[in-house]
C-alpha cells in the first residue's frame, strides 16, 4: 500500500473544462480523443463506447484514459440520427450545453463531462500508463465528487477555482482507490508502480517533456540516463512495456493536439514545433495515430465548446 501512496503523492493532478450536455438527437462519434483524462457522468439517458457498444447508464461514471481512441454513441443508439461526420460539421444540431442548475428538472437525456490531468511528477499520464481501456466507475462517493465540481465550477462564489482544484485532486485519490479495492488492472499497476521507482526512468520523462522539439535520439537519452546506447532502448521498453521512440511520438502527437486545440498556428509550423521537418511526413503519422488529418482534429476541437 505504500507503493501506491508514492504514487499518488507524485500525482500532478489539474482540472481543465467541464460541461453540461443535453441531448437533442442521439449522435455516434466514432473518434472520440483527448489528450487529458476524460470522466462522463450520465445524469438521464445513456451512453455507449467502444466496440461492443457497453452501455453507460444513470448514474454511472466513465472513466477514458488521455490518448485514448474511442468510439461513443450519445444518447440511445437505437435512436442515432447521426453519423461521426456529421457530429464534427454540425455537432450543435445533436447536442446542446446548459447549465448545471437545469439538470435536475429536466426529462431530456443530459451527461455531463470534466476533463483533468493526473501526470506522475508532471511528465507521464498516469491513467494512460497503466494502458487501460475505458471502464465505468460505479460510485456513489465519485459520483457525489463530480457533481460539486459541476457545480462549483459554475460558481462565482469567492475561492470558487480553489474548491474546484480541491475537489479534482480528491476525485482523482478516489479513483485510484477504486481501481486498488476492486483489484481493477492489478497486473498494469503493478508493473506502474515498479518503473516509477527507477529515477532515471523519471530524468528520461522529464528531458523528453522538456526537449520535444530537439533531437531524441536514443543516444542522447542514454547519456540522461547514464545507460549505453545499445541498452537505452531495451531499458525503456523493459520498464515501460513501450520503445523510447514510439512513447515519444505519443508525446509530439499529445503536443500538436494541444497547439491545434489553443493556437491559430498552421499546421506546417505546429509540426517543426513538436520536431517534424517534413510536413508530410507529420501530416501521415498524425493520421495513423488519430484516425483523422490533422485539420479535421482542428475543426473537431473547435466544435468542443458547444
Known sequence: MEDY??????????????????????????NFYDVENTVFIVHNGELRYGPEHEVVQKGEVLLIPGGRNVNITY??????KGSSDAYITRKESFLQSINYSEIANSTQEIFSYITFEAKVFDSVNFFASLDIPPFII????INSLISTILSESESSSAGHERVVKALTEYMVVEIT????????FVEQ???????????RLIDIFTYIRENLQGDLSNNILSSVANVSEDYVGQYFKMLTGINPQDYI?????EMAVNLLRTTKKSIREIGREVGYKDTAYFCRRFKMMFGIPAGKMRRRESLMNI
Open 5 to 30: 501512496n508514492k504514487i499518488i503523492e507524485s500525482l500532478g493532478i489539474k482540472y481543465n473544462k467541464s460541461k453540461n450536455i443535453k441531448i437533442i438527437q442521439s449522435v455516434s462519434n466514432e
Open 75 to 80: 444518447g440511445n443508439a437505437m435512436n442515432s
Open 138 to 141: 460505479k460510485s456513489k462517493q
Open 177 to 184: 482507490r477504486y481501481i486498488i479495492d476492486h483489484q481493477l
Open 189 to 199: 499497476l503493478a508493473t506502474n508502480i515498479t518503473y516509477f521507482k527507477d529515477p
Open 249 to 253: 511520438e505519443y508525446q509530439r502527437m
